[in-house]
């Protein structure tokens, strides 16, 4: 596992760990987080999940203990762009509004063909 770390303007650190997100890794993701967020300025962490094809709990608990010491030291913690699969994780787990991951969009009603029309 690595994360890669970018800073922006308005004090947004973004950062892309790249692999499976789990027992094994979870660690690094927390050790990444806490130190971008002791950074002077961090506002918001921004944890792109673009390249982690696998989330476990120990993973969900990272990103959680992350979220919660942002709140704790006035700056937000936000996630984007997972794959599907990992997405689906934090949506069954009911992490995903905690960590600011948008709703997935839902489908129109079904139309029913013998319906009178509007």
């Known amino acids: 596992m690595r994360v890669d770390r970018r800073h922006e303007d308005g004090g ?3 950062l892309r760990p790249v692999g499976d997100l789990d027992i094994a890794t979870a660690a690094v993701v927390q050790d990444a987080l806490d130190a971008a967020l002791d950074l002077p300025d961090t506002v ?5 999940l673009a390249e982690v094809p696998f ?5 969900v608990a990272a990103l ?3 979220a919660a010491e942002a709140v704790g030291r006035g700056a937000s913690l936000r ?3 997972p794959q599907p699969v990992v997405a689906r994780v ?7 509004s905690l960590v600011g991951l948008a709703p997935r969009h ?3 009603p079904a139309v029913d ?4 029309a509007a």
């Open 12 to 14: 947004r650190i973004v």
């Open 44 to 48: 918001e962490l921004v944890v792109d």
């Open 55 to 59: 989330l476990d709990s120990t993973g």
């Open 64 to 66: 959680l203990h992350g």
């Open 79 to 81: 996630v984007v762009d």
């Open 90 to 96: 934090l949506r069954i787990t009911g992490v995903d």
């Open 106 to 108: 839902q489908s129109p």
């Open 113 to 116: 063909p013998d319906a009178p």
